[in-house]
């Protein structure tokens, strides 16, 4: 969806080092949410969050951080702590409220150097 | 939490056939089931979802069916067609949170 903007689209990782992935959305979506996906894996929620200011870990938080200053941004912090970072991984944003859409980033690939 | 598998892993069809993908759920209380489209590196596109209010819901030549009692969901493609070729994945989610729980996906290769 046009809306949600993911960026850089390829990113690469040092040992030890902390990476940031940006994304914004201009559909005034109260909730964002972070996936990961691996090949022949489904997709596996990072963090997410409902409202500003609050944010909940998903099933894999473990060596992932993030901010939700901004109603339009949710930026994902890769720590050096999480050691496998290779993967897909993709922003989404719906209405809040249960049983509301999530709509899709174009994603960026990390891959470790 | 919520356990969404999906079956068949692949699935191939002839071009004009009918492609079905089921999903099963663990959570009684999910009310809520997408299906998404990923086509190769690109975004999941949301194709159909449904509401556990309904049975049913039709798109053209997509359908969904929702069998609460089973707790299982199912994905019907009429008439496939070569663009029809890419993973599909299901997911669940229940009302009091917007989280999605989704399947491994499934490889829909469509024959011409």
């Known amino acids: 969806d046009g809306g949600i903007t993911q960026s850089p689209k390829y990113l690469f990782r040092k040992e030890g080092q902390n990476v940031t992935l940006s994304c914004e959305q201009n559909?005034?979506?109260?909730?964002m949410y972070w996936y990961r996906q691996d090949p022949g894996q489904g997709l596996r929620l990072i963090y997410y969050?409902?409202?500003?200011?609050?944010?909940q870990k998903g099933d894999i938080a473990e060596g992932y951080s993030v901010s939700r200053e901004k109603k339009e941004s949710f930026p994902l912090t890769v720590t050096s702590a999480q050691k496998n970072p290779t993967a897909f991984y993709l922003c989404a944003s719906s209405r809040a409220g249960g049983g509301q859409p999530q709509h899709f980033g174009d994603g960026t690939r990390l891959s470790i150097l | 939490g919520e356990n969404v598998e999906q079956h068949p892993s692949t699935l191939s069809v002839q071009e004009g056939d009918s492609a079905v993908i089921k999903c099963t759920y663990s959570?009684?209380?999910?009310?809520?089931f997408p299906w998404y489209k990923q086509e190769l590196g690109k975004r999941p596109q949301l194709i159909i979802d449904?509401?556990?209010?309904?049975g049913e819901k039709k798109d053209q030549r997509i359908a969904v069916t929702l069998n609460k009692t089973a707790k299982h969901f199912s994905l019907h493609i009429t008439e496939t067609q070569p663009e029809d070729s890419a993973v599909y994945f299901c997911?669940?989610?229940?009302?009091?949170?917007?989280?999605?729980?989704f399947g491994k996906g499934n490889q829909v290769v469509v024959i011409p």
């Open positions: 969050s409902q409202i500003v200011n609050d944010f």
């Open positions: 959570d009684s209380a999910s009310n809520y």
């Open positions: 997911a669940a989610s229940v009302t009091r949170n917007n989280r999605l729980a």
């Open positions: 559909l005034n979506h109260d909730a």
């Open positions: 449904i509401r556990s209010n309904v």
